[in-house]
Nanobody
Framework: QVQLAESGGVLVQPGGSLRLSCVAS????????MGWYRQAPGKERELVAR???????NYAESVMGRFTISRDNAKNTVFLQMNSLKPEDTAVYYC??????????????WGQGTQVTVSS
């Protein structure tokens, strides 16, 4: 069982910075990958960034150099530091956790989403 709690979404001006956090409360579950996705109005959900338990990361091309994902494995927490924000970054941001149950089945879990609005 996994429950995700996201925080940090607000209204910010273009060029500003924001930090999203997601804490995963887990029971009999091994977390492998933690990441962030986003969905803008009228668009499909897309990967923003993700980080594996061994420290590997990958990013969407549109956020490379501006966003940084980091993890605290001991606390099952993932962060997304977003700098130089643009209006096109406006979206609902979702935390995602992928891992294995105690009996070996791979599972995906999603947070409820947090709204990020970039506007002057």
């Amino acid at each position: 069982q996994v429950q995700l709690a996201e925080s940090g979404g607000v209204l910010v001006q273009p060029g500003g910075s924001l930090r999203l956090s997601c804490v995963a409360s887990v029971s009999t579950f091994s977390v492998d990958v933690m990441g962030w996705y986003r969905q803008a109005p009228g668009k499909e959900r897309e990967l923003v960034a993700r980080a594996t338990s061994d420290g590997s990361t990958n990013y969407a091309e549109s956020v490379m150099g501006r966003f940084t994902i980091s993890r605290d494995n001991a606390k099952n927490t993932v962060f997304l530091q977003m700098n130089s924000l643009k209006p096109e970054d406006t979206a609902v941001y979702y935390c995602n956790v992928n891992g294995r149950t105690w009996y070996g089945a791979r599972r995906d879990y999603w947070g409820q989403g947090t709204q990020v609005t970039v506007s002057s």
